[in-house]
């Protein structure tokens, strides 16, 4: 017979490796912006799969693609051509406006290549002393889980018991006039200029996300962006965006970055490229760049397989055929209205663009809130009670970390879904005072 969701969790917990910290729910089946749990009890998916679904999930188009590429050919490996993976790669650089893409399967792995491919450009190109390249990241970046991505993180939790690190990436350089190391805040265009002046001879890449996601949905001012493109150009920094979640349609527009008007030298994408239907991730960049990279010195079998191009040319044009970036503005203008318009004095911010947004929970407030009237504070509420509230009211999001609550629907979510989960949050913050 068919497993609970109870028995399911137990399975796992059992079984596999203890790496997150899952809300309490069980996907069986989904369409678009609903999901099922085994007991057939529907929700509103709010995270999307941290954006990879930006299509919906099952998307018909992509599934009808990813079976017809199933029963034809799976796997060529690199060793030998597919009669896909041009097809898909002359689409990316038309759709994207760059010469060349690198195909790759995860997000952090975009990221891995995007550091050995600014490497491989320094030493040869930019003719940095060979062993001596330096890519530098920001403070409270999010670009993955391998041991070279998590070098460059700031996250205690990401990093502690995982060391020793790799040399010549992360978020900090030496001031020679304090002597004392120093930390590139996200958004501190000044931070940028001073490490930049110091170390430009030895800076391939200046690695960012236009928001950052996981930190909480940290828009940067209009201004940020275009400054770091410009540091870059003039010191001949490779500016890499990660757009692993921003992207394809996300804040809606194509890009995170078309926002500011700047044309990044690499383009990190993943997630969404595969609609959720595959892992499919890529790295955009120009001859000059790309190029630095000879054949046999970088790769994965899994790169550029048929079944996941396949898929993805379908996500792709699902995107453009159905508009979704300026449904995710539309959408995304809606979603934060009409949050404000509930008032509640338990939310200390909205904040996003297009449908990628958070809400800042005053846990402090609600917390204060229950004590005056008397009621028991030894457990105290939290943004993450408050998602499990809107789980039992069959609303799916989650905290970031702390009390940052991210919600970042498929970007196909009917209207009426949308405002339907917007009135769950108002009883929610109503529920977690009680
Ligand atoms: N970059 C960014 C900006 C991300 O948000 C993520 C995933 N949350 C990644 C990279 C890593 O992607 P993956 O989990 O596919 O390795």
Same mark, same amino acid.
């Given at each position: ?11 796992? /917990? %059992? ?9 309490? &729910? &069980?996907?069986?089946?989904? #369409? ?57 790669? !002359? ?36 003719? &940095? ?61 000044? /931070? &940028? ?51 692993? %979640? ?26 969404? #490229? ?9 790295? #955009?960049? /120009? ?29 792709? %044009? ?56 008397? #009621? /028991? ?55 977690? !005072?009680?």
């Amino acid at each position: 017979g068919k497993l609970s969701s109870t028995q399911l969790i137990a399975l796992e /917990d %059992q079984h596999a490796a203890h790496n997150y910290h899952p809300l309490p &729910v &069980v996907f069986d089946r989904a #369409l678009g912006a609903k999901v099922w749990d085994p007991e057939g009890n529907e929700y509103i998916d709010m995270l999307s799969a941290y954006s990879a679904v930006n299509q919906g999930h099952c998307h018909p188009r992509i599934i009808g693609a990813l079976i017809a590429q199933a029963q034809k050919l799976t796997l060529s490996s690199r060793a030998f051509h597919n009669s896909v993976m041009g097809v898909w790669a !002359e689409k990316m650089t038309t759709l994207f406006g760059y010469d060349m893409v690198l195909p790759i399967n995860t997000g952090a792995e975009a990221v891995e290549s995007a550091i050995k491919l600014a490497r491989k450009w320094a030493y040869t190109v930019k003719r &940095v002393p060979e062993g001596t390249a330096i890519v530098l990241s920001v403070e409270g970046n999010f670009h993955g889980r391998t041991v070279g991505v998590v070098s460059m993180s700031t996250d205690p939790t990401a990093r502690t018991g995982f060391g020793p690190f790799l040399p010549g990436v992360g978020p900090t350089f030496v001031d020679p006039e304090t002597g004392s190391e120093k930390v590139i805040r996200f958004g501190e265009i000044s /931070d &940028v200029e001073r490490a930049f002046e110091l170390y430009s001879s030895r800076i391939a890449a200046f690695l960012v996300e236009p928001i950052q996601g996981e930190a909480g949905i940290n828009v940067p001012s209009p201004g940020y962006l275009p400054a770091v493109a410009a540091l870059c150009k003039k010191h001949n920094i490779l500016l890499i965006c990660d757009e692993v %979640q921003t992207g394809l349609g996300r804040t809606g527009r194509l890009l995170a970055s078309d926002h500011s008007n700047i044309r990044p030298d690499m383009i990190l994408l993943g997630k969404a #490229l595969s609609g959720g239907a595959y892992p499919v991730s890529a790295v #955009l960049a /120009d001859k000059s760049v790309m190029l630095s990279i000879k054949p046999g010195e970088h790769g994965s079998t899994y790169g550029g397989n048929p079944l996941g191009c396949a898929v993805s040319i379908a996500a792709l %044009q699902v995107l453009i055929d159905e508009d979704l970036s300026a449904r995710a503005d539309r959408l995304g203008n809606l979603f934060r209205t009409k949050v404000k318009e509930l008032n509640s004095p338990y939310i200390t911010t909205v904040r996003g663009l297009g449908l990628l947004n958070a809400i800042v929970v005053d846990e402090d407030a609600c917390n204060a809130s229950r004590a005056r009237r008397g #009621l /028991d504070i030894t457990r105290k509420r939290t943004a993450w009670q408050f998602c499990l509230l809107l789980k039992e009211k069959g609303v799916l999001a989650k905290t970031t970390h702390g009390n940052v609550v991210r919600f970042a629907p498929p970007l196909v979510i009917e209207e009426a879904d949308l405002l339907r989960a917007v009135q769950i949050i108002g009883e929610c913050l109503v529920d977690l !005072e009680a």
